[in-house]
T-cell receptor, first 114, second 110 residues
Framework: KAGVTQTPRYLIKTRGQQVTLSCSPI?????VSWYQQTPGQGLQFLFE???????NKGNFPGRFSGRQFSNSRSEMNVSTLELGDSALYLC?????????????FGPGTRLTVL | QQQVKQSPQSLIVQKGGISIINCAYE??????FPWYQQFPGKGPALLIA?????SEKKEGRFTISFNKSAKQFSLHIMDSQPGDSATYFC?????????FGKGTRLHILP
């Protein structure tokens, strides 16, 4: 069974630009969560999608948004990039909603904002 | 109330020694406590998890100890090996919410 895939793996953008990251969950998984990982803050939850609906949202500004398609693939968008948005963005999938279920993480997209 | 405090930030252990990482939580609604292991360039992967109805869970060289009254849980790695060198995250889940600790970078000396 193929794992969670994320594209692109690396991305360099400049301040003010916007970016879209993509995540393909494990086949059959309906829940996709997004996390931001930085050395200082660790893993911070961005949002979770289940059956094309956002079910949970972390404490991030509205510049961070996402969506999920009918095939469970998900995209995350960050608009008006700031230097502080430089991070590893991880996507995780699970069979159903997160609670009490194992999440399977992708390798992440390393975003650098110059 | 939503924090999970993890310590230490970094840890160096001799090969064959015991590695211990601790986590503390405040919200008593948490009911699932997984540990994730992350190697450089990879996403975190579930290592072992425990629910609060047991005080200990062991899988091979990895053991979780859980103290419900103290709201603390810890990961013990017995006979630590250089291949265990990685970053470890504890987490606490309640319903559809999950909070991660900030991670511990573990280095096992050969």
């Amino acid at each position: 069974k193929a794992g969670v895939t994320q594209t692109p793996r690396y991305l360099i953008k400049t301040r003010g630009q916007q970016v879209t990251l993509s995540c393909s969950p494990i086949s059959g998984h309906r829940s996709v969560s997004w996390y931001q990982q930085t050395p200082g803050q660790g893993l911070q939850f961005l949002f979770e999608y289940f059956s094309e609906t956002q079910r949970n949202k972390g404490n991030f500004p509205g510049r961070f948004s996402g969506r999920q398609f009918s095939n469970s693939r998900s995209e995350m968008n960050v608009s008006t990039l700031e230097l502080g948005d430089s991070a590893l963005y991880l996507c995780a999938s699970s069979l159903v909603l997160v609670g009490g279920n194992e999440q399977f993480f992708g390798p992440g997209t390393r975003l650098t904002v110059l | 109330q939503q924090q999970v405090k993890q310590s230490p930030q970094s840890l160096i252990v001799q090969k064959g020694g015991i590695s211990i990482i601790n986590c503390a939580y405040e919200n008593t609604a948490f009911d699932y406590f997984p540990w994730y292991q992350q190697f450089p360039g990879k996403g975190p992967a579930l290592l072992i998890a425990i629910r609060p109805d047991v005080s200990e869970k062991k899988e091979g060289r990895f053991t979780i100890s859980f103290n419900k009254s103290a709201k603390q849980f810890s990961l013990h790695i017995m006979d630590s090996q250089p291949g265990d060198s990685a970053t470890y995250f504890c987490a606490a889940q309640a319903g559809d919410k999950i909070i991660f600790g900030k991670g511990t970078r573990l280095h096992i000396l050969p």
